[in-house]
Nanobody
C-alpha cells in the first residue's frame, strides 16, 4: 500500500518561513519523480515544484522561484519543500505527488499552509 503523508503546515506571518515534509512508504522512492502541488481556496490545483528521482534536476513555478526550494533524501524516503519569504497568496493546501509512469501516480492528502498577519 502506497502512502504519502505530508506534514509541517500551519499558520505563519508574511515574510516567515516553513518547511513541509512528505514521507513516502510502499514504493521504491528513488524511482519516483516527486512534486509539490498546491490548491488555494477557489482555485485549481497548481504545480509548485518538482525534483527528479535522483535529485539532480528541479523546477519551480514562477510564483515561487527564488523563495521555495525542493529537496529529497532518498535514504529517508522523504521530500521537502522549504518555503521562505512567505506571502498571503501562498496560502493553500499543499499536496505531495509521486510519479513514475501512468500506472504509478500517487497523492498525499495535503497539509494546510495559512500565511496571514
Amino acid at each position: 500500500q502506497v502512502q504519502l503523508v505530508e506534514s509541517g503546515g500551519g499558520l505563519v506571518q508574511p515574510g516567515g518561513s516553513l518547511r513541509l515534509s512528505c514521507a513516502a512508504s510502499g514504493l521504491t522512492f528513488s524511482r519516483y519523480q516527486m512534486s509539490w502541488y498546491r490548491q488555494a481556496p477557489g482555485k485549481e490545483r497548481e504545480l509548485v515544484a518538482t525534483i527528479s528521482s535522483g535529485g539532480s534536476s528541479t523546477n519551480y513555478a514562477d510564483s515561487v522561484k527564488g523563495r521555495f526550494a525542493i529537496s529529497r533524501d532518498n535514504a529517508k524516503n522523504t521530500v521537502y519543500l522549504q518555503m521562505n519569504s512567505l506571502k498571503p497568496e501562498d496560502t493553500a493546501v499543499y499536496y505531495c505527488n509521486a510519479l513514475k509512469d501512468w500506472s504509478n501516480n500517487y497523492w498525499g492528502k495535503g497539509t494546510l499552509l495559512t500565511v496571514s498577519s
